[in-house]
């Protein structure tokens, strides 16, 4: 099917566009009161992302209350710890628990690598979300990279400070390793199949990787997002690696088209620093808590920084749960007002 808006998959693939595309890390859930609404209904978070017809109203929200330039399909990177064996809990308040967490090599017995097959609902709600998207906009697939499902599955949970997963990387490194390409492999099988469904974009979520020193993030994070950018021809990929500022340099070198930043990454030197790549980002969530001025003013001094081209606008990290929805309008229609207010000073 021809996608009517198709911006961000022409942006990602380095071609010009009228405007720069919009969308929002974690825009399906947390922030939007219709969320609430069916996340009250379906029991649990984990009912919602396994039952297709639920995830796929959840995934259209934002598209039809805030007018993003693409959906991404509503479920959780801890899905495929699940899929490979290990099962996870969405506790109120708190967050993902791994009752049975993974501590050495003796424990990958209980683990697979995860088949298409036992994420079936993910990619059922993927053609879903398509057919009723009715090529409107591109749908975004995704996972996280396997240093962070890695880290989920040996603490067992979330943490400040990671040490668990770190001790494990200093301590065993060859069952590190074999874990991390088994996640790898996991997830080569389930973007694929995402791609399948119909996803017109994948994006690999490192959310922990300013956890690691760059070393570490070398040989424990870097080698297994370039397996999968391998292996990922069919669609555009993005990769977003929270907190590695520090390998840039090598994310240039990455198979990967897009290359997510966070606030903290400076926007000038990300260009000096990734020329091959499109950028996406990287507002600070937090400054979507000041005025509908404030908004306003760091969203363009944010676009200009950027400029038009080989940019797709998003925050530098998830939108948080008490963002109130008339920012994160404001945010959406400054950069679609600044792109029309710059072409038509050009023309
Ligand atoms: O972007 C989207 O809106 C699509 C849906 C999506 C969710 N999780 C839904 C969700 C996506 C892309 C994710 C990714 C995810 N999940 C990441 C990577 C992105 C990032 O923020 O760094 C991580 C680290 C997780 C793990 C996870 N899932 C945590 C730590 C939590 C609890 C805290 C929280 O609210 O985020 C979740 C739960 C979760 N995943 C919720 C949603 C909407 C909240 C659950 C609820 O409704 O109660």
């Known amino acids: 099917m021809q996608l009517q ?17 919009v969308w929002l890390m974690r825009q399906a ?7 609430r609404k069916v996340r009250e209904a379906a029991r649990d978070f984990k009912t919602l992302v396994k039952t297709p017809e639920l995830a796929a109203e959840v995934t259209l929200q934002p598209v039809d209350i805030l007018g993003v330039d693409a959906a991404i399909i509503f479920s959780d990177i801890l899905v495929i710890p699940e899929a490979m064996g290990l099962n996870y ?3 109120e308040n708190k967050g993902p628990v791994f009752p049975n967490r993974i501590s050495s090599a003796a424990d990958i017995k209980r ?16 053609s879903l979300t398509k057919h009723e998207l009715n090529g409107r906009v591109p749908l975004i697939g995704f996972a996280g990279a396997p240093w962070t499902i ?48 119909g996803a017109d974009i994948v994006q690999v979520f490192d959310s922990w990787a300013g956890i690691l020193s760059p070393a570490q993030y070398r040989e424990f994070s870097l080698p297994y997002i370039r397996k999968i950018c391998d292996a990922i021809q069919e669609v555009p990929t993005i990769v977003f690696a929270k907190g590695a500022f520090f390998a840039r340099p090598e ?13 903290n990454m400076g926007i000038a030197e990300s260009r000096i620093q990734m020329p091959d790549k499109v950028l996406q ?23 200009d920084e950027f400029g038009s081209q080989k940019h797709i606008a998003n925050l530098g990290h998830g939108l948080y749960p008490d963002i109130e929805v008339d920012k994160v309008r404001c945010f959406i229609d400054t950069v679609k007002e600044y792109s029309v207010s710059m072409r038509l000073k050009a023309g």
């Open 5 to 21: 808006n198709d911006l961000l998959v022409r942006a990602a693939q380095g071609k010009e566009t009228e405007r720069t595309p």
């Open 89 to 91: 809990e969405m506790e």
């Open 150 to 197: 890695f880290s989920y599955m040996i603490e067992g949970g979330g943490s400040k400070t990671f040490s668990r997963a770190k001790k494990v990387l200093y301590t065993q490194p060859v069952f590190s390793h074999q874990l991390l390409e088994m996640i790898a492999q996991s997830t080569i099988h389930y973007l694929k199949a995402q791609i399948h469904a």
């Open 281 to 303: 980002g990287n507002l600070d969530p937090c400054a979507l808590y000041g005025s509908l001025d404030d908004v306003k003013r760091e969203t363009k001094r944010m676009l």
């Open 29 to 35: 859930g947390r922030i939007l009161p219709e969320y």
């Open 111 to 126: 683990l697979h690598v995860a088949s298409p097959d036992e994420l079936r609902y993910v990619t059922d709600a993927i």
């Open 251 to 263: 994310m240039n070198m990455l198979p990967c088209n897009v290359v997510g930043l966070d606030w």
